[in-house]
């Protein structure tokens, strides 16, 4: 099969035009990637633990969607966090001023430490072990494996992980 100059063109032109596409185009709905690296950096500022980049990309995705003005609201909380020389939340939280930028840092903080969008049934879910709620009793809780309409709701009687003492 002889290759000719046209086919050559034609194939050349459709990679490239798809190349092009999906460059541009965020992957799997995800922010582009300055806006995840502001949303991790205000994160780290409103939120003292360590947090998986994996999960604030899908967060800053939701916040894309949910906020219409959330570019500028994260450079608003960097600069007042900037201004105040801040290393913790502690340090700039009581100076960003009320209304939708407070909502934003709220739902910011609640998103992490839930790993859902909202306390809704319909709320988009971003994590459930890297919750931060879940960290703190993660070496003492198990992990419910046979939930059938939701976390936590247990379809069969619990079993005990050992034998309870009797006295």
């Known amino acids: 099969m002889a290759l ?16 092009l596409t999906w460059s541009t185009v965020p992957a799997w709905g995800l922010a582009p990637a300055p806006l995840q690296a502001e949303f991790m950096q205000v994160s780290a500022l409103l939120v003292n633990h360590r947090l998986d980049p994996r999960v604030g990309a899908r967060m800053a995705a939701a916040a894309a969607q949910q906020y219409p003005q959330y570019g500028e609201m994260m450079r608003s ?18 100076d960003i001023p009320g209304g939708p930028l407070t909502e934003f840092a709220h739902w910011i903080i609640f998103a992490w ?26 070496d003492a809780v198990a992990i419910p494996s046979y939930g059938f309409s939701g976390p936590n709701q247990w379809g069969r009687p619990i ?6 003492p009797s006295f």
């Open 159 to 164: 079993v005990p992980l050992t034998p309870m």
């Open 113 to 138: 430490y839930s790993g859902c969008s909202s306390p809704k049934k319909d709320a988009q879910v971003f994590a459930y072990e890297t919750a931060l709620t879940y960290q703190t009793t993660a």
């Open 77 to 94: 909380i960097i600069a007042i966090a900037a201004a105040k020389q801040a290393k913790t939340v502690e340090d700039f939280f009581a």
């Open 4 to 19: 000719t100059r046209r086919k050559f063109l034609l194939g050349a032109a459709t990679v490239s035009a798809t190349w």
